[in-house]
């Protein structure tokens, strides 16, 4: 009886640390394996779309939605409200695109704001019979021509961006590395049995630095 327990005893002493073995590594290969393969059910940007920069022009984006393939790309609209529908699950895609949004806003305000102080200097240059250039009015109009310009260059700086990163977002998904997952991190490259001075079996992991 005691021959009995002890080979029992050992046998779970070894066979213990295979079982935990050999999980570290199923799940280990299959993280490594879903990092690898792309999601069936992503969307594509056009081309000329990918080329964009945070300083490109503002025109509409086009994209092709889920599962579908081929050149028939379809516009995303101009606050990209053509796109939410099918990004509305991913919070860090619509955060971004409402991001983008609010950019194509102060675009808009800002455009705004230029063309009414060009009409307003145009209207006092011959609002007193003779020609006026530069009267107090078109002073304050010409300043807030400038201003808006420059504002041009700040507002358009990473709108572009922005509807880029929610593409981006809802591809890759919420366990992408950069959105702060640890498993990618802590994933041992390497799991083994090692033995102890004692004869015992231990899990031995490791990492490369």
Request: charged residues 15%.
């Amino acid at each position: 009886m005691n021959v009995e327990k002890l080979s029992r005893g050992r046998l779970t002493r070894w066979f213990t640390p295979v079982l935990v073995v050999t999980a570290l590594a199923s799940f280990s290969s299959a993280s490594a394996q879903a990092q690898q393969v792309p999601a069936l059910s992503t969307i594509r940007l056009s081309p000329e779309d990918l080329e964009r920069r945070g300083q490109g022009v503002q025109q509409n984006f086009f994209f092709l939605p889920p599962g579908k393939t081929g050149e028939a790309y379809q516009s995303a609209g101009f606050f990209g409200q053509k796109l939410r529908p099918y990004i509305s699950s991913s919070p860090e895609a619509v955060a971004d695109l409402n991001k983008y949004r609010r950019q194509k806003t102060l675009y808009l305000i800002d455009r705004g704001l230029l063309l009414g102080s060009v009409a307003v200097y145009a209207s006092q240059v011959f609002s007193h019979g003779d020609p006026v250039y530069f009267n107090s009015t078109q002073q304050v109009a010409a300043g807030v021509a400038v201003v808006s310009i420059l504002a041009t260059i700040f507002i358009n700086r990473h709108t572009n961006e922005y509807l880029k990163q929610a593409v981006d977002d809802y591809n890759t998904g919420p366990t992408a590395g950069r959105k702060g997952a640890l498993w990618p991190w802590l994933r041992p490259t390497g799991v083994g049995l090692a033995g102890t001075a004692q004869g015992q079996p231990v899990v031995a992991l490791h990492w490369q630095l």
